[in-house]
T-cell receptor
Framework: ETGVTQSPTHLIKTRGQQVTLRCSSQ?????VSWYQQALGQGPQFIFQ???????GRGNFPPRFSGLQFPNYSSELNVNALELDDSALYLC??????????FGQGTRLTVV | DQQVKQNSPSLSVQEGRISILNCDYT??????FLWYKKYPAEGPTFLIS?????DKNEDGRFTVFLNKSAKHLSLHIVPSQPGDSAVYFC???????????FGKGITLSVRP
C-alpha cells in the first residue's frame, strides 16, 4: 500500500508567476484535502475534493484552485503568486473518515 | 479568531516520565478530535483520535482525553521516549471527513 506522495518537494517561484503542485493519494482513498502551513503555524485548510468535485473550501482567494482526477490524484494551482504564499503545502487523503493521512509536503518559496 | 488553541508552545520532559499536551477549543460543533505528530521536513503523522461520544481513547503509550463541557482535549504519552521529540498538533473536525482545524502545535522535547 503506497502512502501519500507530493511533488515537487521544493520549488522557488517569482512573484506573479503561477505554480502547480501535485499529490497522489493513498491507495483506495477517494478524498483529498489541501492545507497551507506557514512558518510557526498549524496547517490551514484550503479545500477538499471528493470524487472529483470540490467538497468544501477554506478562507483562500479564488487564485487558489484545484482538481481531482479519476484516479483520485490531485493538483493545487496558485495564480499570481504573492510573497505571503511562501509556505509548506500539504496534501492529505482519506476515505470519508476523519483520519487524514498527509504527504511530506511541498515547500514553496516566492521571491 | 482562533478556534483551536495550543497555549503552550513547548514542553520538555525527562525520558520515562509522562508528557501531557493540551488543546482547547471554542466551537462546540467539533465532534471529531485528532492528534498528529510532525518531524522536520516531513508531513504530519496521524497518532490517535477520539469522537465526541467518548471521553478517553488509548493506543499503546498514547491516550487522548476529551472533556466536552470544558472544550478541552489532552494527549498523554507515557512513558515518554526521546523519539517522541517532535511538534504535536491537535486537529478538530465536524462530521465525517470534514476539513480539519489545527492548533499551532506544541514542540515536545524528551531529554534522555
Amino acid at each position: 500500500e503506497t502512502g501519500v506522495t507530493q511533488s515537487p518537494t521544493h520549488l522557488i517561484k517569482t512573484r506573479g508567476q503561477q505554480v502547480t503542485l501535485r499529490c497522489s493519494s493513498q491507495s483506495g482513498h477517494n478524498t483529498v484535502s489541501w492545507y497551507q502551513q506557514a512558518l510557526g503555524q498549524g496547517p490551514q485548510f484550503i479545500f477538499q475534493y471528493y470524487r472529483e468535485e470540490e467538497n468544501g473550501r477554506g478562507n483562500f482567494p479564488p487564485r487558489f484552485s484545484g482538481l481531482q482526477f479519476p484516479n483520485y490524484s490531485s493538483e493545487l494551482n496558485v495564480n499570481a503568486l504573492e510573497l505571503d504564499d511562501s509556505a509548506l503545502y500539504l496534501c492529505a487523503s482519506s476515505l470519508r473518515a476523519a483520519e487524514a493521512f498527509f504527504g511530506q509536503g511541498t515547500r514553496l518559496t516566492v521571491v | 479568531d482562533q478556534q483551536v488553541k495550543q497555549n503552550s508552545p513547548s514542553l520538555s520532559v525527562q525520558e520515562g516520565r509522562i508528557s501531557i499536551l493540551n488543546c482547547d477549543y471554542t466551537n462546540s460543533m467539533f465532534d471529531y478530535f485528532l492528534w498528529y505528530k510532525k518531524y522536520p521536513a516531513e508531513g504530519p503523522t496521524f497518532l490517535i483520535s477520539i469522537s465526541s461520544i467518548k471521553d478517553k481513547n488509548e493506543d499503546g503509550r498514547f491516550t487522548v482525553f476529551l472533556n466536552k463541557s470544558a472544550k478541552h482535549l489532552s494527549l498523554h504519552i507515557v512513558p515518554s521516549q526521546p523519539g517522541d521529540s517532535a511538534v504535536y498538533f491537535c486537529a478538530l473536525g465536524t462530521g465525517a471527513n470534514s476539513k480539519l482545524t489545527f492548533g499551532k502545535g506544541i514542540t515536545l522535547s524528551v531529554r534522555p
